[in-house]
Every structure is written in C-alpha cells, then in structure tokens.
C-alpha cells in the first residue's frame, strides 16, 4: 500500500514481466492510466500507458539505445510519439517510450539495454 498523492490516487503494484518482478507505482489520468515509477526510479512527468510501448532499462551515461531505437524505428517505418525516462537509480534510467506500431525485432537494441520490453496497451 502507497499512501495517495495529494488530488490523485496512486496504486502501488507488484508485477512480473518476462519472469522478472518489478515494482511499479501509477495513477489514472483522466481515462489514461500513468507510469509514475518502476523500482525506485520515478518520472518528473507520468508516462502514458496506452498504445504500443517499449519499456527499457539502460545505463544513464550511454546514450546508444536511444540512438539504436531511432534507427530501428526508421527502418521499421514507425515513429516515436513519446518518451519519458526516470530519475537515475544505480546508474540505470527506465525509459518509457510510445510508438506508433511495435517494432518487429528488438536484436539491435538488446545488447545496449538490461532489459526490455515491448508491449500493446
């Protein structure tokens, strides 16, 4: 349990994707509902969760994912609608990034990240 955010209310989940448990804190924003942190990291601006995304966790000082998901959105023909990452916890950010369709074949960036997932909300 989370004690609630003034004017919101804030839930508290523990969730296991790909085998691995994570906790993740959100709200509802509107009829959207909001990533507001994952294990300790937290967004200065909530992340939408809705559409296709691609949730990932990479080291804060290399910027060589987000430049890998550019290109693999460009060869995919897809675009970036949105993104968001999380204060830095351990030297890692979790990015939260909206697309306009999944990408068929996350290779490329695999090696760049921790971890990745790719979902359809």
């Keep these: ?3 609630p955010e003034p004017d919101s209310s804030t839930g508290l989940l523990q969730v296991s ?5 994570h906790q993740v804190t ?3 924003q509107g009829s959207t509902p909001v990533l507001r942190g994952i294990n300790g990291a937290t967004f200065k601006q909530p992340a939408p969760l809705s559409g296709p995304l691609l949730i990932y966790r990479a080291k804060a000082s290399d910027p060589s994912a987000l430049a890998t998901l550019t ?5 995919a023909g ?11 916890v351990a030297g890692e950010q979790w990015s939260v990034v ?11 960036l695999k ?4 971890e990745i997932f790719q979902l359809h909300l």
Excluded at 98 to 108: K, Q
């Design 1 to 3: 349990d989370t004690a």
């Design 17 to 21: 994707l790909q085998g691995t448990p």
């Design 26 to 28: 959100g709200t509802v």
């Design 71 to 75: 290109g693999l959105l460009s060869k």
């Design 78 to 88: 897809a675009q970036l609608l949105s993104y968001h990452s999380s204060s830095t």
């Design 98 to 108: 909206g697309l306009s369709a999944p990408l068929p074949n996350l290779g490329e």
């Design 111 to 114: 090696p760049r990240v921790t």
